[in-house]
């Protein structure tokens, strides 16, 4: 079973930083799509963050300058670095993996993990 699984989540002031992790049972050579979402309380899910191979890494203006994505390939873990983070950050934030395998895509999503910025 192909699993992401998340963790780094918790409660922050605001200013604070946090790092989210997704460890992955894949291999991270058949991912070409990394992404971090979040979905705040009464809002839409928001992408905040996405690495494309041959694209770079994307972010929302909301958090460009603040959040940085990252990976290790050999521990199989991708990251979301955050810092100076605001109570509009509040939410649970999604790891999603997309695979391509023989020309088809299969799409993995972590559980997510909650995310509170409060002072």
């Known amino acids: 079973q192909v699993q992401l699984v998340e963790s780094g989540g918790g409660l922050v002031q605001p200013g604070g930083s946090l790092r989210l992790s997704c460890a992955v049972s894949i291999s991270m050579h058949s991912i070409n799509t990394m992404r971090w979402y979040r979905q705040g309380p009464g809002k839409e899910r928001e992408l905040v963050a996405a690495f494309t191979y041959g694209r770079g890494t994307q972010y929302a203006e909301s958090v460009k300058g603040r959040f940085t994505m990252s990976r290790d390939d050999a521990k199989n873990i991708i990251y979301l670095q955050m810092s100076s983070l605001k109570p509009e950050d509040t939410a649970v934030y999604y790891c999603?993996?997309?695979?391509?395998?023989?020309?088809?895509?299969?799409?993995?999503w972590g559980q997510g993990t909650q995310v509170t910025v409060s002072s």
């Open positions: 999603y993996a997309d695979q391509l395998v023989q020309s088809r895509h299969n799409v993995y």
